[in-house]
């Protein structure tokens, strides 16, 4: 007979759990508003949703608190692991969720919105998030993964167009696969070692001095296809240009920076202690992948007639760039993903919300598609302000200075450099001088090109509302004065990355 | 005295921001009066640091805002001073800035761009304010760009006039031309001391080997000369005046041109230890002093004759520091401020009078009509010619015996003959303007003096044009404190009253002469007939001895052919083809490979699986080469590889 | 007979795990092999034929209604979570009152499911909201 098992509650530390808890405890309550109360205005569900991210952004900054004071805790029988990586990247999921949820405060009715669903939805991916980045536990990041995707599947289905739909489905059926071949992943590692922690996976690895190599790769090969595709690497990208199109374009931003941080957190959990134990393999096969996808994607954006396309591919770009951090794997390289993402968030964000604001019902006869390049032409002629924001986000995603993603593309080009990795610095400049291409093209179309006939420029902004212009406002402050917050902003990331261990 | 130096500095700024919140609405009067009111508020701060300064003899005020750039080794704190040197500079400034500002009241009266005009020129008074005030040669720079910008857009302040922006823009390049070489010059000073503060960087100069501290002091001078327009950037000066006339006063007379002055006298322990470097500056000084003024005697363009006068007394005053006396230089940067603010304002007067005429041919006999400009306008060159007792008497007649008692004959020659010169061409414009037969009426103009507050306005510059002299013993005593100062006294005291007299009389003489030819009722407007006119001087004279010219044929033709040529044949046949190869290869791979991304669901999913069997492949291969690395390696050697 | 002596303690599943799926197998042919026996065969020509102008579509011999999916979800759902209680309840006396909670815990997000699901309809033939 077991004797009873005692658990005492300090052991639990349970404040680790609150920052998932609390969107959890939001959706719960949207669901059961919506059943008490149905055909609720949206407006609630959005300001409801917005007040527990509130909360959310809360509880995180004070377990950031914590971390600084205490430094990594633990938590609920070890399983949640809160170090400066969670805290990071849970600041970024719920900031970039709280710019989010106003987008859908738009001036047309769309369909998904009128669900209160999509908000419950919405805080459950969120808290599958935070799940995912705050614990080294393989089957809990499972878990967090499952519960983000299938809720994520669900948002985009929920934009209810035969795109949305077909996007849904493939990013289902793609990402069962993944699904598929994480678990297997964890699996090989589990036969291997007898556990299913990164850390002990670690120690145990390194005590045995990596004997079973062949299988150790076998296992990293399937993470690597798993957070592939995930993080749309070549060739696992290929979901990401058809689910960016069917998706609204707020969503598809959303999409390129969310979940896309919480597979970098897990990966660079996972892959740094194998980049740091000198296994040539997975140093090889990251720069190829790396370099392709930053490459490839490149030059498919070069060719797309659709902006919403081109930039569906050009955050493939930067997720390739982005990746050349876990490679590198010094702590300036990992702080300068959180620092390049942080920025890249505004910035994409506000590119993928102007598209939002200029999404029309019917497409006119000279528009192949919702934001084809024509639509944009001469739009400084009848839409100034607009024009000059767009021009502005594009700028920033190209990296020119002063604007946000310069100082992210020359912090981790200069840790590729310190890094050692002189010649893949050089290859994510040159990457970066291509990307210039497609995204001037767009002010060329916007700045030099005539209007086409019929377009008064009501389109751009056929969309807006209050909300809308605060966030797209707000990401071009922070888009603008960027310059001034990097320091700061650096050493937080540095600090908290550091004293990490990573 | 912290407040104080803070409201002198920032109330041109406060003034600046004011004015321009109202640039697209129309006129408004109390713009003016309010940015005037703030300028003079400026002015009475500085007076009071003056006082404080000079009365109390209390040490300079040093203050230090903030940092302003911390990166590395790199530290500039963002400070202030205010010494005898800064302090002066900053008198000049905010009373000529004042009074400039008053009269522009009346004179911009019917001009559409009124708050605009005010805000530009309140946001040059700032900048000129942080150029004197720095205590560092970065804060020095900003200031030196803000008054650069500020003149750009005063110049070209009637930007619907193709001359103007003309104009505008080459003072701005000019200036970025000789602003590169200051750059340069500041660079190399922190290079070598590390540090850019004036106090720090002259200690360690004491220590530094005279090579690179001639480097040092020739590139700080090429920015001096590019704004202080001498030779060779002295063009843009002249074209300058196609702005309105109370920024010629301001900003090509009084204030920014001599920045480059103060840029020597606030160096001058840098320059006191590269006397070769003075010496030549000193010369090219002495050299535009008569290269400007041997240009003014035959323009015929009122303002531009101005604008050379300047160009020669900046001259004077760069012959002055660069013999070492620095507060010479000062002094008359001073005086000449007063005296030649007050002949531009005088000539703004005559200009409204005769509706933007500025051919002094053209006029004559306005005495009658304009009384008190006539005799601001006589006073004030009385002054610049150095007649006894007015301003201009002490400060250049010091730095003519300053080069005699240096035993510097040749510039002394050179600056007694241009004191003659001076004197002759002030005094052709006197005469043509205000004397002799009227000649307007042919061109049916109605002249009218100006508004009785403009002529008040300018009252105080008339009142210190006359008495500025007496200012010369204490401002010495002042400044002694800070600027290696000795007074210059000829020793016998026969030769420094025959130099006295002779120069008094050599000046009048010219006075006279020029008062004599031109003041007579057979002048006539000149039609390009007269023998003068078609001798070969008046033609290399009247053309700015063809610099314009060659600078136009020799310099910016075969520029732009050059540039022509490179754009031709270089960019477009190599460069761009080239680029645009590249672009097509990625071009086309990006259209040959987008195939990948067919839409089809099925492939796909074979992608997906067709990456990760690669990639487990690659690990089995890698595996298995791991597991039988020995083997592997003695049938390699076996085969002869490793 | 002796206890088969296995070094897995697991080789008792394993043998289960056989035997149902022989035991599912053999079920799924004897009632298909038995309806066959039993139905009544009509075996027209014009009934069998296709009807479409074109192409002729391909065959879809078992079309099922998607509630049929929904409800299978739904039961899978609430069925696992059952499945979950085993366990505890089996080991209700070692886990105690922490184990309780966490149970009770589990109920009510459960239960709250489970009235959504409800209240949306999916328990209704065909009305969904």
């Given at each position: 007979?077991?004797?009873?098992?005692?658990?005492?509650?300090?052991?639990?530390?349970?404040?680790?759990?609150?920052?998932?808890?609390?969107p959890?405890?939001?959706?719960?309550?949207?669901?059961?508003?919506?059943?008490?109360?149905?055909?609720l205005?949206?407006?609630?569900?959005?300001?409801?949703?917005?007040?527990?991210?509130a909360?959310?952004?809360?509880?995180?900054a004070d377990?950031?608190?914590?971390?600084?004071?205490?430094?990594?805790?633990?938590?609920?029988?070890?399983?949640?692991?809160?170090?400066?990586?969670?805290?990071?990247?849970?600041?970024?999921?719920?900031?970039?969720s709280?710019l989010?949820?106003?987008?859908?405060?738009?001036?047309?009715?769309f369909?998904?919105?009128s669900?209160p669903?999509?908000?419950?939805?919405?805080?459950?991916?969120?808290?599958g998030?935070?799940?995912?980045?705050?614990?080294?536990n393989?089957?809990?990041?499972?878990?967090?993964?499952?519960?983000?995707?299938?809720?994520?599947?669900?948002?985009?289905?929920?934009?209810?167009?035969?795109?949305?739909?077909?996007?849904?489905?493939?990013?289902?059926?793609?990402g069962?696969?993944?699904?598929g071949?994480?678990?297997?992943?964890?699996?090989?590692?589990?036969?291997?070692?007898?556990?299913?922690?990164i850390?002990k996976?670690?120690?145990?690895?390194?005590?045995?001095?990596?004997?079973?190599?062949?299988?150790?790769?076998?296992?990293?090969?399937?993470?690597?296809?798993a957070?592939?595709?995930k993080?749309?690497?070549?060739?696992f990208?290929?979901?990401?240009?058809?689910?960016?199109?069917?998706?609204?374009?707020?969503?598809?931003?959303?999409?390129?920076?969310?979940?896309?941080?919480?597979?970098?957190?897990?990966?660079?959990?996972?892959?740094?202690?194998?980049?740091?134990?000198?296994?040539?393999?997975?140093?090889?096969?990251?720069?190829?992948?790396?370099v392709i996808?930053?490459?490839?994607?490149?030059?498919?954006?070069?060719?797309?007639?659709?902006?919403?396309?081109?930039?569906?591919?050009?955050?493939?770009?930067?997720?390739?760039?982005v990746?050349?951090?876990?490679?590198?794997?010094?702590?300036?390289?990992?702080?300068?993903?959180?620092?390049y993402?942080?920025?890249?968030?505004?910035?994409?964000l506000?590119s993928?919300?102007?598209?939002?604001?200029?999404?029309?019902?019917?497409?006119?006869?000279?528009?192949?598609?919702?934001?084809?390049?024509?639509?944009?032409?001469?739009?400084?002629?009848?839409?100034?302000i607009?024009?000059?924001?767009?021009?502005?986000?594009?700028?920033?995603?190209a990296?020119?200075?002063?604007?946000?993603l310069?100082?992210?593309k020359l912090?981790?080009?200069?840790?590729?450099?310190?890094?050692?990795?002189?010649?893949?610095?050089?290859?994510?400049?040159?990457?970066s001088?291509?990307?210039?291409?497609?995204?001037?093209?767009?002010?060329?179309?916007?700045?030099?090109?005539?209007?086409?006939?019929?377009?008064?420029?009501?389109?751009?902004?056929?969309?807006?509302?209050l909300?809308?212009?605060t966030i797209?406002?707000?990401?071009?402050?922070?888009?603008?004065?960027?310059?001034?917050?990097?320091?700061?902003?650096?050493e937080?990331?540095?600090?908290?990355?550091?004293?990490?261990?990573? | 005295?912290?407040?104080?130096?803070?409201?002198?500095?920032?109330?041109?700024?406060?003034?600046?921001?004011?004015?321009?919140?109202?640039?697209?609405t129309?006129?408004?009067?109390?713009?003016?009066?309010?940015?005037?009111?703030?300028?003079?508020?400026s002015?009475?701060?500085?007076?009071?640091?003056?006082?404080?300064?000079?009365?109390?003899?209390?040490?300079p005020?040093?203050?230090?805002?903030?940092?302003?750039?911390?990166?590395?080794?790199?530290?500039?704190?963002?400070?202030?001073?205010?010494?005898?040197?800064?302090?002066?500079?900053?008198?000049?400034?905010?009373?000529?800035?004042?009074?400039?500002?008053?009269?522009?009241?009346?004179?911009?009266?019917?001009?559409k761009?009124f708050?605009?005009?005010?805000?530009?020129?309140?946001?040059?008074v700032?900048?000129?304010?942080?150029?004197v005030?720095?205590?560092?040669?970065a804060?020095?720079?900003?200031?030196?760009?803000?008054?650069?910008?500020?003149?750009?857009?005063?110049?070209g302040?009637?930007?619907h006039?193709e001359?103007?922006?003309?104009?505008?823009?080459?003072?701005?390049?000019?200036?970025?031309?000789?602003?590169?070489?200051?750059?340069?010059?500041?660079?190399?000073?922190?290079?070598?001391?590390?540090?850019?503060?004036?106090?720090?960087?002259?200690e360690?100069?004491?220590?530094?080997?005279?090579?690179?501290?001639?480097?040092?002091?020739?590139?700080?001078?090429?920015?001096?000369?590019?704004?202080?327009?001498?030779?060779?950037?002295?063009?843009?000066?002249a074209?300058?005046?196609?702005?309105?006339?109370?920024?010629?006063?301001?900003i090509h007379a009084?204030?920014?041109?001599?920045?480059?002055?103060?840029?020597?006298?606030?160096?001058?322990?840098?320059y006191?230890?590269?006397?070769?470097?003075?010496?030549?500056?000193?010369?090219?000084?002495?050299?535009v002093?008569?290269?400007?003024?041997?240009?003014a005697?035959v323009?015929?363009?009122?303002?531009?004759?101005i604008?050379y006068?300047?160009?020669?007394?900046?001259?004077?005053?760069?012959?002055?520091?660069?013999?070492g006396?620095?507060?010479?230089?000062?002094?008359?940067?001073?005086?000449?401020a007063?005296?030649?603010?007050?002949?531009?304002?005088g000539?703004?007067n005559?200009?409204?009078?005769?509706?933007?005429?500025?051919d002094?041919?053209k006029?004559g006999g306005?005495?009658?009509?304009?009384?008190?400009t006539?005799?601001?306008?006589?006073?004030?060159?009385?002054?610049?010619?150095?007649?006894?007792?007015?301003?201009?008497?002490?400060?250049?007649?010091?730095?003519?015996e300053?080069?005699?008692?240096?035993?510097?004959f040749?510039?002394?020659?050179?600056?007694?003959?241009?004191?003659?010169l001076t004197?002759?061409?002030?005094?052709?414009?006197?005469?043509?303007?205000?004397?002799?037969?009227?000649?307007?009426?042919?061109?049916?103009?109605?002249?009218h003096?100006?508004?009785?507050?403009?002529?008040?306005?300018?009252?105080?510059?008339?009142?210190?044009?006359?008495?500025?002299?007496?200012?010369?013993?204490?401002?010495?005593?002042?400044?002694?404190?800070?600027?290696?100062?000795?007074?210059?006294?000829?020793?016998?005291?026969?030769?420094?009253?025959?130099m006295?007299?002779?120069?008094?009389?050599?000046?009048?003489?010219?006075?006279?002469?020029?008062?004599?030819?031109?003041?007579?009722?057979?002048?006539?407007?000149?039609?390009?007939?007269?023998?003068?006119?078609n001798?070969f001087?008046?033609?290399?004279?009247?053309n700015?001895?063809?610099?314009?010219?060659?600078?136009?044929?020799?310099?910016?033709k075969?520029?732009?052919e050059?540039?022509?040529m490179?754009?031709?044949?270089?960019?477009?046949?190599?460069?761009?083809?080239?680029?645009?190869?590249?672009?097509g290869?990625?071009?086309?791979?990006?259209?040959?490979?987008?195939?990948m991304?067919s839409?089809?669901?099925?492939?796909?999913?074979?992608?997906?699986?067709?990456?990760?069997?690669?990639?487990?492949s690659?690990?089995?291969?890698?595996?298995?080469?791991?597991r039988?690395?020995?083997s592997?390696?003695?049938?390699?050697?076996g085969?002869?590889v490793? | 007979?002796?206890?088969?002596?296995?070094?897995?303690?697991?080789?008792?599943?394993?043998?289960?795990?056989?035997?149902t799926?022989?035991?599912?197998?053999?079920?799924?042919?004897?009632?298909?092999l038995?309806?066959?026996?039993?139905?009544?065969?009509?075996?027209e020509?014009?009934?069998?034929?296709?009807?479409?102008?074109?192409?002729?579509?391909?065959?879809?011999?078992?079309?099922?209604?998607?509630?049929?999916?929904?409800?299978?979800?739904?039961?899978?759902?609430?069925?696992?979570?059952?499945?979950?209680?085993?366990p505890?309840?089996?080991?209700?006396?070692?886990?105690?009152?922490?184990?309780?909670a966490?149970?009770?815990?589990?109920?009510?997000?459960?239960?709250?499911?489970?009235?959504?699901?409800?209240?949306?309809?999916?328990?209704?033939?065909?009305?969904?909201?």
């Amino acid at each position: 007979m077991l004797s009873p098992i005692n658990v005492s509650m300090e052991s639990l530390n349970l404040m680790t759990l609150a920052p998932m808890l609390i969107p959890v405890v939001g959706a719960l309550l949207i669901l059961v508003i919506d059943i008490i109360k149905g055909g609720l205005h949206k407006s609630l569900y959005v300001v409801l949703s917005l007040l527990f991210l509130a909360m959310d952004f809360v509880a995180v900054a004070d377990s950031s608190g914590v971390f600084m004071a205490n430094g990594t805790t633990l938590g609920l029988f070890d399983v949640m692991l809160i170090d400066g990586l969670a805290i990071l990247a849970q600041f970024i999921i719920v900031g970039a969720s709280m710019l989010f949820i106003p987008l859908a405060m738009t001036h047309k009715r769309f369909h998904e919105f009128s669900y209160p669903e999509f908000f419950a939805l919405f805080l459950f991916m969120i808290a599958g998030f935070q799940f995912m980045v705050a614990t080294d536990n393989l089957i809990l990041v499972f878990v967090g993964l499952e519960t983000s995707s299938l809720a994520l599947y669900t948002l985009i289905a929920m934009h209810n167009r035969d795109k949305s739909f077909e996007a849904a489905v493939k990013y289902f059926t793609m990402g069962a696969l993944a699904a598929g071949f994480f678990s297997f992943g964890a699996m090989v590692f589990y036969a291997l070692t007898g556990s299913v922690e990164i850390n002990k996976i670690a120690l145990v690895l390194a005590a045995n001095g990596y004997a079973d190599m062949g299988f150790v790769l076998i296992g990293v090969a399937f993470f690597l296809a798993a957070f592939g595709f995930k993080l749309s690497l070549i060739p696992f990208h290929t979901w990401a240009p058809d689910v960016y199109e069917g998706s609204s374009a707020a969503m598809a931003g959303y999409m390129s920076i969310v979940p896309k941080i919480a597979a970098f957190v897990v990966a660079m959990r996972f892959f740094e202690f194998l980049v740091h134990s000198g296994i040539v393999w997975l140093d090889v096969v990251l720069y190829i992948v790396v370099v392709i996808t930053m490459t490839a994607s490149n030059m498919w954006a070069l060719v797309q007639t659709d902006v919403k396309r081109m930039l569906a591919y050009s955050s493939i770009s930067h997720a390739g760039f982005v990746m050349a951090a876990i490679l590198i794997g010094t702590t300036q390289a990992n702080a300068a993903l959180f620092l390049y993402w942080i920025l890249f968030s505004f910035t994409n964000l506000g590119s993928f919300s102007m598209l939002w604001v200029s999404r029309q019902k019917h497409l006119p006869d000279y528009q192949s598609s919702d934001h084809s390049y024509n639509k944009f032409a001469g739009m400084i002629k009848t839409a100034p302000i607009a024009s000059v924001i767009m021009a502005l986000f594009m700028l920033s995603l190209a990296g020119l200075p002063p604007f946000a993603l310069f100082w992210g593309k020359l912090y981790m080009i200069s840790s590729a450099v310190t890094g050692g990795y002189t010649i893949l610095a050089l290859i994510m400049a040159l990457n970066s001088a291509i990307a210039g291409y497609y995204y001037l093209k767009l002010i060329v179309y916007m700045f030099m090109k005539e209007p086409v006939q019929g377009n008064d420029g009501h389109v751009y902004v056929a969309n807006a509302t209050l909300a809308l212009k605060t966030i797209i406002g707000i990401a071009a402050i922070g888009t603008i004065f960027a310059f001034v917050a990097i320091n700061p902003i650096l050493e937080f990331v540095t600090a908290f990355v550091y004293n990490s261990g990573y | 005295m912290e407040t104080l130096l803070y409201i002198a500095l920032f109330a041109p700024l406060v003034s600046s921001m004011f004015s321009a919140l109202f640039t697209t609405t129309p006129k408004k009067t109390f713009v003016g009066v309010i940015a005037s009111l703030l300028i003079f508020t400026s002015f009475v701060s500085s007076s009071l640091l003056l006082a404080l300064i000079v009365v109390n003899g209390s040490a300079p005020v040093h203050v230090e805002m903030m940092t302003w750039m911390a990166t590395g080794d790199l530290y500039i704190p963002f400070g202030f001073i205010v010494d005898e040197v800064s302090v002066t500079m900053m008198m000049v400034v905010t009373l000529v800035s004042t009074i400039v500002h008053i009269y522009s009241i009346g004179y911009m009266d019917h001009d559409k761009g009124f708050n605009r005009f005010f805000a530009w020129l309140s946001a040059f008074v700032f900048s000129m304010m942080v150029l004197v005030m720095s205590d560092n040669y970065a804060g020095l720079f900003i200031g030196w760009e803000g008054v650069g910008l500020c003149s750009w857009g005063l110049i070209g302040f009637w930007f619907h006039k193709e001359s103007a922006t003309w104009a505008a823009n080459e003072a701005f390049i000019m200036n970025r031309i000789a602003d590169l070489g200051m750059l340069i010059g500041i660079f190399l000073v922190y290079w070598n001391t590390g540090t850019l503060q004036y106090e720090g960087a002259f200690e360690a100069f004491q220590t530094l080997d005279t090579a690179t501290l001639t480097w040092i002091g020739i590139f700080l001078f090429i920015g001096a000369m590019g704004k202080s327009a001498q030779f060779p950037l002295h063009t843009w000066l002249a074209d300058a005046m196609e702005g309105p006339t109370p920024v010629s006063a301001l900003i090509h007379a009084a204030t920014m041109v001599t920045a480059g002055v103060y840029l020597v006298i606030r160096s001058n322990e840098l320059y006191s230890l590269i006397p070769n470097v003075g010496l030549f500056i000193a010369s090219l000084g002495a050299f535009v002093a008569l290269f400007a003024a041997s240009m003014a005697l035959v323009n015929r363009d009122m303002k531009r004759i101005i604008a050379y006068s300047t160009l020669s007394q900046l001259g004077y005053m760069f012959a002055a520091a660069g013999l070492g006396a620095y507060w010479v230089a000062l002094f008359h940067l001073m005086a000449h401020a007063f005296f030649k603010a007050l002949l531009f304002l005088g000539a703004g007067n005559v200009m409204h009078a005769m509706h933007d005429e500025l051919d002094p041919f053209k006029m004559g006999g306005l005495k009658k009509v304009m009384k008190w400009t006539w005799i601001m306008m006589t006073i004030a060159s009385l002054a610049l010619a150095g007649i006894f007792p007015f301003a201009g008497f002490f400060s250049k007649d010091t730095i003519l015996e300053a080069a005699f008692a240096e035993h510097h004959f040749v510039i002394y020659g050179v600056l007694l003959f241009t004191a003659g010169l001076t004197a002759f061409y002030s005094f052709r414009l006197v005469a043509l303007i205000f004397h002799g037969e009227e000649r307007y009426k042919i061109f049916g103009i109605h002249p009218h003096e100006a508004y009785r507050f403009m002529l008040v306005a300018m009252s105080p510059l008339l009142i210190l044009a006359m008495i500025a002299g007496v200012l010369q013993e204490p401002f010495f005593h002042m400044i002694e404190e800070i600027l290696s100062a000795h007074e210059y006294h000829i020793h016998s005291h026969t030769t420094l009253w025959i130099m006295l007299v002779g120069t008094q009389v050599f000046v009048a003489l010219a006075i006279l002469y020029a008062y004599k030819k031109y003041a007579n009722a057979f002048i006539k407007v000149p039609d390009g007939t007269s023998a003068i006119e078609n001798s070969f001087a008046y033609k290399l004279l009247y053309n700015q001895y063809y610099i314009p010219y060659f600078y136009e044929e020799y310099l910016v033709k075969p520029y732009k052919e050059i540039s022509d040529m490179f754009w031709n044949k270089v960019d477009m046949k190599i460069v761009d083809a080239s680029v645009d190869g590249i672009a097509g290869i990625i071009y086309g791979t990006g259209e040959k490979t987008r195939a990948m991304q067919s839409g089809n669901l099925s492939t796909m999913l074979k992608w997906m699986v067709v990456g990760l069997v690669v990639l487990l492949s690659l690990a089995v291969v890698f595996g298995l080469a791991a597991r039988y690395s020995d083997s592997i390696t003695v049938i390699l050697s076996g085969l002869g590889v490793m | 007979m002796d206890h088969i002596v296995t070094s897995n303690p697991y080789f008792g599943v394993f043998v289960l795990f056989v035997i149902t799926f022989g035991a599912f197998m053999a079920t799924t042919v004897i009632a298909r092999l038995a309806s066959r026996a039993l139905a009544a065969k009509d075996s027209e020509k014009i009934k069998l034929s296709v009807y479409e102008c074109g192409p002729e579509i391909t065959k879809q011999p078992n079309r099922v209604s998607p509630q049929f999916y929904l409800f299978a979800l739904l039961f899978l759902l609430f069925d696992v979570e059952i499945v979950f209680m085993f366990p505890w309840a089996v080991d209700f006396k070692v886990l105690g009152w922490f184990g309780f909670a966490e149970m009770i815990m589990f109920i009510l997000l459960l239960a709250i499911g489970f009235v959504y699901a409800w209240k949306k309809g999916a328990l209704e033939w065909h009305n969904i909201k």
